[in-house]
DNA sequence: TCGATAATATCCCAATTTGGGATATTTTTA
DNA sequence: TAAAAATATCCCAAATTGGGATATTATCGA
């Protein structure tokens, strides 16, 4: 998941992404570092967070056939 | 999830499926039940097969910044 | 229509995975 | 370089998982 690339440019913290995404921040950590995967609804709330595509979260972007749908 | 529709769109069963993606046809069922979920290396294994968005088997295709990434 | 077969859903269960509280470790800041 | 902030890890009970077995439902040919 590409969730601390974006979090690092959007400049907040765990904690607050933690607290604006109601969860843990230790939740967050684990994430970040891919030690356990959120489940689709947690996917879809930092996708709508960080305004991008889940594709792009997935890190699939660079998947030729991304934009056929 | 879209899979059921995207199967059906390809016209083959839940136990074809099932074995293309080397997996149990009940866990194919529970997935398109919405019992249950699967994890990311599964979701993008059906994204490859049905040639699909991520974003789109999961039914986020509406979403208006979808193809912001 | 009915029996056979295919397709799909559900039950049970052991194993894995989960998130949170607490805390340790690392990084940043003054 | 001490204090504070940020991040990672430990532990654990609870929830979730996938698979085998099987029940239920749908489809099709005689």
Redesign the interface.
């Known amino acids: 998941m590409r969730l601390k690339e974006l979090r690092k440019k959007k400049g907040i913290s765990q904690l607050k992404l933690a607290i604006d995404c109601n969860m843990n921040q230790n939740t967050i950590s684990r994430y970040e570092t891919g030690e356990r ?1 959120a ?2 609804e947690t ?2 709330r930092f ?2 967070y960080f ?6 979260l ?1 890190e ?2 660079n ?1 030729p ?5």
Chains 1, 2 share one sequence.
């Open positions: 995967e489940d689709y996917l879809i996708a709508d305004d991008v595509s889940v594709d792009y997935l699939r972007t998947n056939t991304f934009l056929k749908n």
